[in-house]
């Protein structure tokens, strides 16, 4: 039988081959990205890109949301949070009595789009018209309160899906269109922004709200107007760039103090014409100017 040590020892050995560069014995750092699903996808590219960079870094990359990142960087258990939404007051404090030092950088921008079903006659939405769709005690319940019928859709139910509370696309929404109201009861509240543009396609009567990266050819998005009656504006990466679009936000990364070393060098290659490159082509706006050829 193995001893408990024997299996200890044999994790820590297993661990240093894992972290040992393949060609000369170098090791390699190793730095912790988690959390929004909105830049998931980016800060993977991110990380890929950067082994090119810099094969002496790993830049471990997982999702979960905003508020697992945050969450996680409270807890001093990874080295960078992404997230779609800025650090609650509540969140900064609990950092600071932990012992962290929570620093902000904004490294794009993000259009968050209405979906819609592809078959949905609905070309324009006001915040207004959302608010009454999603928000707790919301007078919209079918799509013929919108004065639309949606072929396919055989109640006319709107079928309003949104992102689960741990997301900051969630809270994001939920303070910019709904004012801080409670979400209406029976909302379909999906683990990932891909998660929701799935099902939106996938059901007449939906309705979704995800990161504008997540658009395909396959749903709609709509064009918002701050108010009723008032001029739309449809999302895309130069309408979140110069604000014009309602619901516009900017993305964060978290550091534990301003970042030096390895994390400085990662951070500064990310907000590098480089860097920024690559979110402008994930499809975010970047949060500097960019020349990208």
Same mark, same amino acid.
């Given at each position: ?20 560069? &393949?060609?000369?014995? =170098?090791?390699?750092? /190793?730095?912790?990205?988690?959390? #929004?699903? !909105? ?5 993977? +590219? ?106 396919? &859709?055989?109640?006319? =139910?709107?079928?309003? /899906?949104?992102?689960?509370?741990? #997301?900051? !696309? ?5 303070? +910019? ?117």
């Amino acid at each position: 039988m193995f001893s408990r040590n024997y299996l200890i020892v044999s994790i820590l050995i297993l661990t240093s081959m894992v972290l040992t560069a &393949c060609g000369g014995g =170098e090791r390699r750092q /190793v730095i912790q990205n988690k959390g #929004s699903d !909105t830049l998931v996808n980016v800060a993977q +590219a991110w990380a890929e890109d950067y082994q090119t960079v810099n094969p002496a870094v790993v830049v471990a990359v997982s999702g979960g949301g905003s508020g697992t990142g945050i969450a996680a960087l409270i807890n001093g258990t990874v080295d960078i949070a992404n997230a779609s939404r800025a650090i609650k007051d509540k969140e900064l404090k609990l950092a600071q009595d932990n012992g962290q030092n929570p620093v902000q950088h904004v490294v794009g921008f993000d259009a968050l789009a209405v979906y819609l079903h592809s078959d949905n006659p609905i070309d324009e939405i006001s915040i207004e018209q959302l608010a009454e769709i999603y928000g707790d005690g919301g007078t919209y319940l079918s799509w013929t309160d919108l004065g639309v019928e949606v072929p396919g &859709c055989q109640d006319q =139910e709107i079928v309003v /899906v949104s992102r689960q509370n741990n #997301s900051g !696309t969630y809270a994001y929404f939920r303070e +910019a269109v709904l004012s801080d109201r409670d979400f209406k009861l029976g909302t379909r509240d999906m683990h990932g922004s891909k998660d929701v543009v799935d099902l939106v396609e996938k059901t007449p009567c939906a309705i979704g709200y995800s990161g504008l990266a997540y658009a395909t050819d396959h749903l709609k998005m709509a064009c918002v107007a701050q108010g009723s009656g008032g001029a739309c504006t449809n999302p895309s990466v130069a309408t979140a760039v110069d604000g014009s679009y309602p619901i516009a936000r900017p993305l964060f990364m978290y550091t534990n103090g301003e970042p030096t070393g390895a994390i400085g060098d990662y951070m500064n290659w990310i907000l590098s014409n480089e860097g920024q490159c690559i979110i402008l082509n994930k499809g975010y706006a970047p949060a500097v100017k960019v020349n990208c050829g």
